[in-house]
């Protein structure tokens, strides 16, 4: 498994992105996407990673170690379903579900991206671009809606994450 990115004679690191997903939907889907990204040498972080290197975790440290991994993270991408759009809507759903941190993980998120502590990288995997909360669209998203689509898109997503840490690596230089 590549350890980094190597751009004239320097080795970068490994980008590390945390994924967001509405538990219920598409949870085989998001494992492939999980495991392909980190067959590419993406770090990738979210609840099943983090509960399979840690079973045995209670649950209060299993969430915050899951929000830590989000902060160290380089990007956060949710994966865009009508019922994850369900989930972050405001006001909070009244009744407990099993999978409230939805809300939780997306609003983290968007307050260290505001602070530029961590980039959105959202992922459309059904429903409508028009149905996207701000500042989401489909020129900053990726369409995953299409199978056929996968493997290109899964390259670009890859390409993206490793070129831009060489970027923002490499402008630190200068």
Request: glycine share 6%.
């Amino acid at each position: 498994m590549p350890q980094g990115i190597s751009y004239r004679g320097i080795v970068y690191d490994k980008p590390k992105v945390f994924v967001s997903y509405r538990w219920g939907e598409y949870e085989n889907w998001v494992e492939k996407f999980s495991g392909d990204l980190t067959d590419k040498g993406v770090d990738v972080i979210h609840d099943r990673t983090v509960r399979r290197a840690h079973p045995d975790e209670k649950i209060s440290n299993f969430i915050i170690r899951l929000m830590k991994g989000m902060e160290s993270s380089h990007a956060f991408i949710p994966i865009f379903t009508p019922g994850y759009l369900e989930r972050i809507k405001y006001p909070r759903p009244s009744t407990p579900t099993p999978d409230g941190f939805v809300l939780d993980e997306f609003q983290l998120s968007l307050g260290l991206a505001r602070k530029r502590e961590i980039e959105t990288i959202a992922v459309l995997k059904e429903g409508s671009f028009d149905n996207l909360p701000k500042p989401f669209n489909q020129e900053n998203s990726l369409d995953m809606r299409d199978d056929k689509a996968y493997e290109g898109n899964i390259n670009i997503l890859t390409e993206y994450l490793f070129f831009h840490r060489v970027i923002k690596q490499k402008n630190e230089y200068y």
